[in-house]
Structure formats: structure tokens, C-alpha cells
């Protein structure tokens, strides 16, 4: 039960009173973070680099690795980033430059950037656990548990264009892995089980796991296993625009470039989404940011409720890992994120109190 301060008045008439004490706005967070139903393991909160909050549930610690599901996309797209940086790729060129049996089913239209957008217009259900869907019918049901174990790319890069010649908007695992399986195909052959520690976790001390096919690909749209604290690493080297202890890990330009809004991306469409699409990354709805007054965000995404939220202008690192697999779990993103920023802000504000909240 809550503390309460009890005030009692004495004067002609008995008079009483209940008042509850202030919480500051990172306990309103946990609140809401870690309350009945949200299934949350862990949550942490950086400013600037600095711890502000962590606190772990359901058995997990700082130790534990957490599978990301779908935020695993958005990794995907910062080994490309450090790959592209490294000379190693372009992702402006053919697809077919790189998996020349992309030939096969006409697709040499087809660029890695448009797997990054989610728009490569193939067609793709991302269908999951909705009981009234036909699991066999299911895309991505069928990549990781089916047909498609035994090479997500070949499986992948055989499923037909919706509309040739056009790239619809169509948020996909089967895009995301495929971009890990064009950055295999970029690299030496000496680099193939490597790349993604050599170009990117590894200068960041990051210690991950990738689950792969049968055929050595990595599970780049769903398969990643991350540490809490080593996810928010991510979310700090895209605040600091690439740059990691003085070493460049992606340019500036990457950065500039995952933050786009995809082309295909239709607004009349999507327009009322909690989250919009920026390249294998989403940010807040801008409507639902500015009604909160939440700046700038980019936020991986991931099934079940996993998420890193990096606010640029604050400096600010979220990440949450949990468990919503109960349909009455009810963890609310935008308020925690809500109650994050005020916390950081209520944070500087101590810190420099002649500067005050920018």
C-alpha cells in the first residue's frame, strides 16, 4: 500500500486530511511500465549517458540476453550502415550484383535499399499469432518454422512482386532477412559467419547472439538476442551520429538516411498508426508526439513488445524487453515514453538549472 501523510487540523471542528505525496515523473514511469499486465522484464533509462533508472522482472537480470524479435531489423540496418561505411556495400545497386540467382525471378530491379524501406513489393504475410489466419499462408510463419528454415534467402527472393516495377510499402521479416543474406553475399568469404561482430557489435562491446538457417544466413528481420545494457549501446552511437570512443562505426549520412520516411510509405494509408515507418526503423506519430510533447524519436520495434527508443535532442536511451504474449496485456508505449522524456528533462533541469529545459 502507498504512503500517506495524514494531516490533522485542530480547531473548533475536527477537520482531516489526506495528502498524497508527489512522485516525480520516473516513478510515474515505472508505474506504468511494471503494472499488472505489462509483462515487462526490463526497462532502462540513459540521459546522456548516464543511467537514470534499470530494474529487471520475471527472473531476468542485467545478464540475461532477451530475444528482440522484429527490433532485430532495425540492428540489421546498422551493420549494412557500418558495411556501406567500410566500402564493403552499396546499397543503390542491383540486388542481383550481389546474389546473381536473384536473376532467376526477375528481380534485378531491385536495390538493398529497398529492403531496407520494407518495399521491396514482393509479395509478403506477415502474419502471426491471429487464430483466424491460416498459418500456412503465413510469410514469415513459413521462414522461420516451415519451408524457409532451410534458406530463408532462396525462399525469400522466390516469392513474386506484387506490381512489378513498383515498390509498395509492406512492412516484412522476409525484407529485413534478406538484407542481412545481401550483406553476407558483400563481404569476403573469410568474413561470412563474422561480419556483423567485426563491422559492428564487436568495436561497440556488444556480445549478441543471431540465430541462423540451415545455410549459415543470420535472422536478421526477427533472430537477434541482446542484453538490455547493450542494446541501449546502439541507441548512443546513433545519438552520437556513428561515432564510437573516437572510432566511426557509420557516417553521418547513414544516420541522416535511416531517419527518411520510405518513399512508398503512403500517409493516406498509415497515416493513423501509433508509429510510422522510417527505414527498417519507426518513429512516433507526429500528431502523437507533438500532443505529448515528445521530440524527435526513432524507436526499434519488436513482436511482443521489445523496444529501443533514442531521442536525439535529449540524448535519451529507452529500452524495454518483455513478454505481451497475453492478449490482455496492456504495457503502454507512448506513456512510458511520455514519462521518460519529462524525466529526463526534469533530470537536466537539476543538472543545469540556470539553462533550464532546451
Known amino acids: 500500500m502507498k504512503n500517506k501523510i495524514v494531516l490533522f487540523v485542530v480547531s473548533l471542528f475536527a477537520v482531516s486530511a489526506l495528502a498524497e505525496p508527489t512522485t516525480t515523473s520516473l516513478q510515474q514511469m515505472e508505474q506504468i511500465a511494471f503494472a499488472p499486465k505489462t509483462e515487462t522484464d526490463s526497462l532502462l533509462l540513459y540521459a546522456d549517458k548516464e543511467l537514470l533508472f534499470e530494474r529487471y522482472n520475471n527472473g531476468y537480470t542485467a545478464d540475461n540476453k532477451h530475444v528482440a524479435w522484429s527490433a532485430s531489423k532495425s540492428m540489421s540496418s546498422a551493420i549494412v550502415g557500418a558495411l556501406v561505411y567500410a566500402k564493403q556495400m552499396n546499397i543503390q545497386r542491383s540486388i542481383c550484383d550481389y546474389m546473381p540467382e536473384a536473376k532467376n525471378f526477375n528481380h534485378c530491379d531491385l536495390r538493398t535499399t529497398d529492403f531496407l524501406s520494407w518495399s521491396s513489393g514482393l509479395i509478403w504475410n506477415e502474419l502471426y499469432e491471429d487464430p483466424s489466419g491460416d498459418r500456412e499462408q503465413s510469410s514469415v510463419g513459413q521462414l522461420l518454422y516451415g519451408d524457409g528454415i532451410a534458406n530463408t534467402s532462396n525462399f525469400i527472393i522466390a516469392h513474386p512482386s506484387k506490381t512489378p516495377g513498383k515498390n509498395e510499402w509492406n512492412y516484412s521479416t522476409g525484407d529485413s532477412t534478406f538484407v542481412m543474406a545481401l550483406a553476407r553475399a558483400a563481404v569476403p568469404v573469410v568474413e561470412e559467419q563474422i561480419f556483423p561482430w567485426k563491422y559492428l557489435f564487436d568495436p561497440l562491446g556488444i556480445d549478441v547472439t543471431f540465430g ?30 556513428g561515432m564510437w570512443n573516437g572510432k566511426r562505426i557509420f557516417s553521418e549520412a547513414w544516420v541522416d538516411y535511416t531517419n527518411q520516411r520510405p518513399e512508398a510509405f503512403d500517409l493516406a494509408l498509415y497515416g493513423n498508426e501509433v508509429l510510422y515507418s522510417k527505414r527498417s526503423w519507426w518513429t512516433l506519430n507526429p500528431k502523437i508526439a507533438q500532443a505529448r510533447r515528445i521530440p524527435d524519436t526513432l524507436i526499434a520495434n519488436g513482436h511482443w513488445g521489445q523496444y529501443l527508443v533514442i531521442v536525439p535532442s535529449l540524448k535519451m536511451v529507452l529500452v524495454r524487453m518483455g513478454n505481451n504474449q497475453d492478449p490482455t496485456s496492456n504495457f503502454e508505449l507512448v506513456d512510458v515514453i511520455e514519462k521518460a522524456v519529462r524525466a529526463v528533462e526534469e533530470h537536466q533541469q537539476k543538472e543545469h538549472p540556470a539553462e533550464g529545459v532546451k
Open 212 to 241: 541462423q538457417d540451415q545455410a549459415g544466413n543470420f535472422g536478421g528481420g526477427s533472430s537477434m538476442y541482446i542484453r538490455p545494457r547493450d542494446f541501449a549501446k546502439i541507441g548512443e552511437l546513433y545519438i552520437a551520429r
